[in-house]
């Protein structure tokens, strides 16, 4: 089938651009997860974190915000000998430190809630023709980061931002000409509808 330009030629990256990518994520531990992924990729392909996403999982225990919000140094010395993940020592402090705003914006009105607000709870349908046509950031991905950071979230530049609001569907940029884009657009409504209650 028609894809983006970037989906291959690896397996792994065609599957996760033709299940994932650009799929509404509406699970506020889900969406919190993608973005520290998204963090951890800063400065590297998104490749090398696909290969090592099920190591991540184990190492920080499922994403559980709730439980890595309460880790230590401890936990970052376990993770800094971890040869499975990404070690990097700011990266992996962001991540708890990032945890504990998760729990502040979650108890407050949902992460989830929080995120697609700046969406209005429905994906933006931009039209793009080819990947030249993708900017690597916008004007709203700069809010965010902005709020992000406020939040006392770490490592969530505009760029990182953007690159998960893509993830997560909160943008549709998949190519006019990629099956996908017409399938996202579709499932859309029916995956963002519950945010808007």
């Known amino acids: 089938m028609p894809r983006c ?3 291959g030629p690896e397996d792994i990256y065609i599957d996760y651009h033709d299940t994932e990518w650009g799929m509404p994520q509406t699970d506020s531990r889900a969406l919190w997860e993608a973005l520290m992924l998204e963090a951890f990729q800063s400065g590297l392909s998104w490749i ?7 190591n991540f999982r184990r190492a920080f225990d499922g994403f559980d915000p709730h ?3 309460n880790w230590g140094e401890d936990d970052i010395a376990r993770l800094l000998d971890d040869t499975g993940i990404i070690r990097h020592r700011g990266k992996i402090s962001a991540t708890i430190t990032s945890a504990q705003a998760y729990q502040r914006i979650e108890a407050r009105i949902g992460f989830a809630k929080f995120a697609w607000s700046y969406v209005d709870s429905a994906p933006l349908q931009p039209q793009r023709c080819g990947l030249s046509d993708v900017p690597a950031k916008t004007a709203l991905s700069e809010q965010l980061s902005k709020d992000l950071k406020k939040a006392g979230f770490k490592f969530c ?3 990182v931002v953007y690159a998960w609001m893509q993830a997560s569907g909160m943008v549709n940029d998949h190519v006019t ?3 996908r884009h017409a399938e996202c657009r579709a499932l ?3 995956a963002t509808r519950a ?3």
Request: glycine fraction near 4%.
């Open 5 to 7: 330009d970037w989906a």
């Open 67 to 69: 439980k890595i919000a």
């Open 157 to 159: 530049g505009p760029t």
């Open 188 to 190: 859309a409504p029916a």
């Open 48 to 54: 090398t974190i696909l290969r090592k996403r099920e």
């Open 195 to 197: 945010l808007i209650r």
């Open 177 to 179: 000409t990629c099956a």
